[in-house]
C-alpha cells in the first residue's frame, strides 16, 4: 500500500512537472515578434522621447547630451542644430499621435518665443545657447557668435513648422507666423564676407578668425540652399558654384564596392564619409528626383548608404560583430583606445570598430531591407537589446568587439531617426519643406530641379 502511494505522489509530480513545462513553453510560443510597422512605430517612439521627455526645462528645445550615466550633465545647454532636428520630431510625434496636437503647439511656441529671444549674430544663431537665459555658450574659445550652419539646420526645421500648421487654427497660424518671422531674420548674405563663399562662424569678439569656408561635399549643403531661399538676405548663386561645388571639382568619378561614389568628400578622398553627411542636410531636402549639373541626389545618398552598408559587411578590417545585421558609421560618441569615452566622425577611413545605431536607422529612406535588419538587431538580438535600448531608444554607440556600450544619448544623433524614418514612411518632412515656395524658388536659383516635387 505504502508503495502504491509513493508511485501516485511520483505520478502526480510528474504530471505537475509536465503542465509547467507546457506551459512555459506556450508561453515562449506566444512572444510574437512585433511586425515591421509595429518595430518602426516602437523606435520612432522612443527617439522621440529625446526631444520631449528630456528636452531642456525652461526654453523646451534640445539639450545637447543626455547622460543616463551621470548627473544630468549640462542640463540646461541648448543645441541649436538638434534644436531643428527636435522641431520636426514633434511634428511626427503629432502624425503618430505621440503627443496631443494642442500640447505640440504650446510646446513649440515656448521654444520658438525662447529664439525669438535667444543671443543672434547677424540674424544666427551661436551653436550653444543657455537655456535659462538664452545667451550664447562659447562653443570654442574663438567660437562664441553666429554659426550659420547650425542655424541652416534649425531653419529647415522652422520651414517645415510654418508649412505644417500655416493653415491651422489661429493660434496655429500665429505659431507659423513666428516661425517664418524668425528664419527670414537670418541674414545669410552676411556669412559670405562679400565672397562667393558662405563662410561658418562670426564672432563680435574675433570675427572671421575661424575663417572655416563651406566648400566641397560635407553636411553643408542645406546651408546653401537656405542662404539662396531667403528672401531677406539671399546669397549670390555663384557662392553655390564657386566655393561648394569648388567650380565642378566636387565631382569624383571613384566607386567603392563596383557603386559610385558621385561626389568627392572632404578628407575622405576615393571614398564616402561619415553618414550624417546624407542625414543632416536631407530631413527637409529631399533628394528623391533631385539633381544639378554635378549630381543626381537620390544616387549621391542612396549609394553612400549601400557603401557603408556593403564596408560594415565585407568588414576589412575585422571587427567582431560587424555585419549585415549591424552596421553604421558616423560622428558620435566612441570608445577610445584607453577604454575611455569620446567623440569622433567614424567613417570607413576612421573606423574604430563603434557602431553607431543613429546611421543605419537614418538610412531608412535608402536602404530600407539593410535598415530594418539593423533595426531588428539592436531592438530583438538577446545579447544586446537590454544593455541597448534605454529610455529614449537605441543609445549613441557601441561595440561589440570591445563589448562596449555607451549610455549616453546627442542631440544631433537622435534627432535624424524619427524624421528620416517618417521620411521614408510618409514622405511628411520632405513633403513639407519642399513645398515652400521660397525653397522651391531658392533651388532652380542654384540650377536644382526636382521630378518629385514638379519644378
Same mark, same amino acid.
Given at each position: ?112 518665443? /525662447? ?37 541652416? /539646420? ?22 507659423? &507666423? ?33 575663417? /572655416?569656408?563651406?566648400?566641397? %561635399? ?5 546651408? %546653401? ?67 544639378? &549639373? ?100 537605441? %543609445? ?43 525653397? &522651391? ?15
Amino acid at each position: 500500500m505504502k508503495c502504491l502511494v509513493k508511485l501516485l505522489i511520483i505520478f502526480q509530480f510528474f504530471l505537475v512537472s509536465c503542465s509547467c513545462s507546457n506551459k512555459s513553453g506556450d508561453a515562449e510560443e506566444e512572444v510574437i515578434p512585433l511586425t515591421d510597422d509595429q518595430l518602426l512605430d516602437k523606435v520612432q517612439q522612443d527617439a522621440f522621447k529625446y526631444f520631449w521627455d528630456y528636452a531642456e526645462f525652461n526654453s523646451k528645445l534640445a539639450r545637447e547630451r543626455y547622460h543616463t550615466d551621470e548627473t544630468w550633465v549640462d542640463a540646461n545647454l541648448v543645441t541649436t542644430g538638434g534644436s531643428g532636428f527636435g522641431l520636426m520630431t514633434i511634428l511626427v510625434g503629432i502624425e503618430r499621435n505621440f503627443v496631443p496636437r494642442d500640447e505640440a503647439v504650446a510646446r513649440l511656441n515656448t521654444a520658438l518665443t /525662447f529664439l525669438e529671444n535667444a543671443d543672434r549674430f547677424h540674424g544666427a544663431w551661436p551653436h550653444w545657447i543657455n537655456g535659462t537665459n538664452g545667451n550664447v555658450v562659447p562653443f570654442g574659445a574663438d567660437d562664441d557668435g553666429g554659426d550659420i550652419v547650425e542655424t541652416s /539646420f534649425l531653419c529647415q526645421g522652422l520651414i517645415c513648422v510654418r508649412e505644417y500648421f500655416k493653415n491651422g487654427t489661429p493660434a496655429e497660424q500665429a505659431l507659423a &507666423q513666428k516661425a517664418d518671422d524668425l528664419w527670414k531674420g537670418v541674414e545669410w548674405n552676411w556669412y559670405t564676407k562679400g565672397e562667393n563663399a558662405m563662410y561658418w562662424h562670426w564672432s563680435p569678439n574675433f570675427a572671421w578668425i575661424k575663417n /572655416f569656408k563651406l566648400e566641397g %561635399y560635407n553636411e553643408c549643403l542645406i546651408t %546653401y540652399v537656405m542662404g539662396a531661399a531667403s528672401p531677406t538676405h539671399a546669397i549670390p548663386s555663384a557662392a553655390y558654384h564657386e566655393a561648394w561645388a569648388r567650380n565642378g571639382a566636387i565631382v569624383h568619378a571613384g566607386s567603392r564596392y563596383g557603386i559610385p561614389v558621385v561626389f568627392n568628400y572632404n578628407g575622405s578622398t576615393g571614398n564616402v564619409g561619415p553618414m550624417f553627411w546624407a542625414h543632416y542636410s536631407y530631413l527637409g531636402l529631399d533628394p528623391r528626383g533631385l539633381s544639378d &549639373q554635378y549630381a543626381n541626389y537620390w544616387t549621391l545618398v542612396q549609394n553612400h548608404a549601400k557603401i557603408m552598408n556593403q564596408y560594415c559587411v565585407t568588414n576589412p578590417v575585422g571587427w567582431i560583430g560587424y555585419g549585415e545585421n549591424c552596421w553604421g558609421l558616423t560622428a558620435s560618441y566612441t570608445r577610445n583606445p584607453n577604454g575611455s569615452v569620446g567623440y569622433t566622425d567614424h567613417k570607413p577611413s576612421n573606423d574604430r570598430g563603434v557602431i553607431s545605431p543613429t546611421a543605419a536607422l537614418s538610412d531608412f529612406p535608402y536602404t530600407p531591407t539593410e535598415s530594418m535588419k539593423a533595426l531588428r538587431f539592436f531592438y530583438e538580438n538577446s545579447e544586446w537589446k537590454d544593455r541597448l535600448i534605454g529610455a529614449a531608444g537605441p %543609445y549613441d554607440a557601441f561595440s561589440p568587439h570591445h563589448d562596449w556600450v555607451t549610455p549616453r544619448y546627442l542631440a544631433i544623433d537622435q534627432g535624424t531617426i524619427v524624421p528620416m524614418i517618417e521620411n521614408h514612411r510618409t514622405g511628411l518632412l520632405w513633403n513639407l519643406f519642399m513645398q515652400a515656395p521660397e525653397v &522651391q524658388t531658392g533651388l532652380q536659383n542654384l540650377g536644382f530641379s526636382s521630378t518629385q516635387h514638379g519644378f
